[in-house]
């Protein structure tokens, strides 16, 4: 092989790259000293980001010259080393290292990555043109994965492409702030990029070479898919994803490679021997164990004591509904030690008075808020469905039974209500199929001049004058989303102005709480401080001071209907916990995230919820209910006749209490993940073959069973 360097220009282009590189990285040298790496690592990064500046200028500069004997044989060489360079590149973003792999996880993340390469091959035949292709693509994605991750605490799964408009929506609360595995990553596809651009196409002349450079590649990838998707091979080597923590298994395995085996699960396969014959017969059955008489459906168990005495109000007596999906709002105190310099849930916490409240467990954590009001709605488990499924998005095609058609069928009125853009997780065309008459959204009732202006320019400043200008009696933002104040006086409103030849009901979702709390806003001040834990956690401190003007708001609202005549009840309940500062979670556990019990991974998928009325009605600390289960305890609050799946909702909570994408816990407190066996399963079999029929065999679903009068 022969060596020159290319011309004067060239040679100039290349000190100009070398030079930008090494005061660039120089210049951010504190993104090095991240706490999340110790100072020996975080110096080794930034002597490297410093000596990429000259490889960088190298590379341009080198041209080599290869006999052409050795071209097929370096180009070739070169070709199945790209890969590995790939691989790193990727997985700098996740701050993970090849070397850190196992062999065998290596060696599954190549083969992989291969398959991508050869694929492209097989349709380009350019060397040069698949290293451009497969390295441009999963940049790209390495970036998608990286904000998505920091903004929400998971990672990027595939169904996130399904929703990724409504991400789009509100990823303007967020802050993008540079960091080392930004520009240490982006400096790799730099390098990968200039040592692609050496290879050279050399096509094979022989027919016979010809024919195997296509048919070698084509059997390679059909092995790979073939093993990985279509059976249980990698499965069994202990290569499927992380159910629990997708974020702890695309840092042990490779991020891209997990996002790959995440595609295997996209797919809704039925239960095995499922039929949808049977469902009603299911049903029975857990009726039947509980000692309540199938056929009977005027009794049923009663939730809240586990006696069979729950019987709808012969009296007809109707009460409105108000059930509020409370955007993030959580109670980090009950998951371990935490002080404050003031209670930030003083109201909620007093409340007793005519009041079922305790600890909800949800099916998602940090983001994913449509899959908590789809359990809520539908009493449907999603730990039945793929996971990082969006329900909204994939699913839900047609009518689907839920807590809305129920009401409706007894003569309810049915509104939906959420001060953000009406589109997001595809509310507009899911809110009908699930039986509601209107929904109102900021659309509503801000005009949609500021909304473009808004969206155009992402000044909250501007958005808040623009507003007070327009409306100046309103005093609606906090930070740059509705306040739960404000979104609760237009639920004081829409009751006032409500259908009076109806009972009313109002599914509300707020915006108040949601992420973005790094960044200060001239309309929202701090009131609340962690005053005993040894980190500094100012996402912490700001989520904190939110919680507490939700819990004002709500006593605002409690206070309202206090003085209203007509009976009443308020269900209020969080969505999921927030996805702030790692070290917080970690400080009130004692322990690590990677480390987490089940029964402390449980704890951080649980919200408050509270259900009161301005008349009486029974009183109860529930510490252990699944967002499955509760719109069933609604119903029983509210006195109302139960659909057949709601009965036997509320016998199967007195055998299994929570059931989420967690795990399930028993009656007893024992704590099971869904990997484990155990004499549930039988249970929970049944339970699964009932949530498919409910929301995908909807040509044979059994209409007895879930909707009222069938």
Known sequence: MH???????????????????????????????????????????????????????????????????????????????????????????????????????????????????LFFYLITGRYHMVGLIVN???????????????????????????????????????????????????????????????????????????LLAKLAPAAYIAVVVISLFFTDYAANLGYKPDFWDQSRGYHRTGSFFNFCLNTKYLIIRKPSDYNAANVSDYVAETLKDAGVDPDDHTVSTNLLTGQNDYTANTDG??????????????????????????????????????????????????????????????????SFLPTGCNVYQSYVKDTVPSLVSTLGALGYSKTAFHPYYGEGWNRRNVYPLLGFENYISIEDFVDQDILDTYKQNNDVTEYEMLLNERYPDRNMLLRRFVSDSYDYSMVENMYENRDTSKPFFLFNVTMQNHGGYAMSYTNFSQ?????????????????????????????????YFSNVSEPTILCMFGDHLPSIEDGFYEELFGTSLDHLTTEQQQLRYTTPFVIWANYDIPEATL????????????????????????????????????????????????????????????????????????????????????????
Request: proline share 4%; glycine share 4%.
């Open 317 to 382: 007596t109707m009460p409105n509904i108000i059930c509020i999906m409370n955007e993030s709002l959580s109670d980090p105190g009950a998951l371990g030690n935490l002080e404050t310099n003031e209670d930030y849930m003083p109201f909620i916490h007093s409340l007793t008075e005519n009041t079922i409240k305790g600890s909800l467990s949800m099916p998602v954590f940090g983001a994913g808020t449509s899959n908590s009001e789809f359990e809520f709605l539908s009493g449907d488990s999603i």
């Open 136 to 210: 441009i693509s999963l940049y790209v994605w390495s970036l998608l994965n990286y904000f998505i991750e920091l903004f929400r605490g998971s990672p990027f799964v595939p169904l996130d492409v399904l929703s990724f408009g409504t991400g789009l929506s509100v990823s303007d609360g967020y802050t993008y702030e540079l960091s080392w595995k930004l520009i240490l990553g982006s400096i790799m596809f730099f390098l990968i990029y200039l040592v692609n651009k050496k290879s050279v196409n050399i096509k094979p002349k022989k027919l016979k070479f010809k």
């Open 527 to 559: 009131e609340i401080y962690v005053t005993n834990m040894n980190g500094i956690y100012p996402k912490a401190n700001r989520y904190l001071s939110l919680v507490k003007r939700s819990d004002e708001a709500f006593q605002e609202l409690v206070d």
């Open 623 to 710: 510490n252990q209910i699944s967002a499955n289960y509760l719109s069933t305890l609604v119903l029983q609050t509210a006195g109302l006749p139960l659909t057949q799946y709601n009965r036997y909702l509320a016998s199967l909570y007195q055998k299994l209490p929570i059931i989420n994408t967690v795990g399930y816990v028993d009656a007893d407190n024992n704590y099971y993940t869904h990997s484990e066996n155990s004499k549930y399963d039988d249970l929970l079999y049944q339970y699964h073959c009932l949530v498919y029929n409910s929301l995908i065999d909807r040509n044979n679903r059994d209409s007895s069973v879930f909707f009222m009068n069938q």
């Open 3 to 117: 060596i020159s360097f290319a011309g004067k220009k060239i040679r100039l282009l290349a000190l100009a790259v070398t030079i930008f590189m090494i005061i660039f990285v120089s210049a951010n040298w504190r993104l090095y000293l991240d706490p999340t790496l110790d100072l020996t690592c975080g110096t080794i990064l930034f002597v490297l980001s410093l000596l990429a500046g000259p490889v960088a200028g190298f590379l341009i500069i080198f041209k080599p010259s290869v006999d052409d004997k050795y071209k097929a044989l370096a180009n070739t060489a070169l070709f199945f080393i790209m890969p590995v360079l790939t691989i790193q590149m990727v997985e700098v973003f996740n701050e993970n290292y090849i070397w850190w792999f196992s062999v065998p996880t290596f060696l599954a993340n190549y083969m992989i990555y291969l398959v991508f390469y």
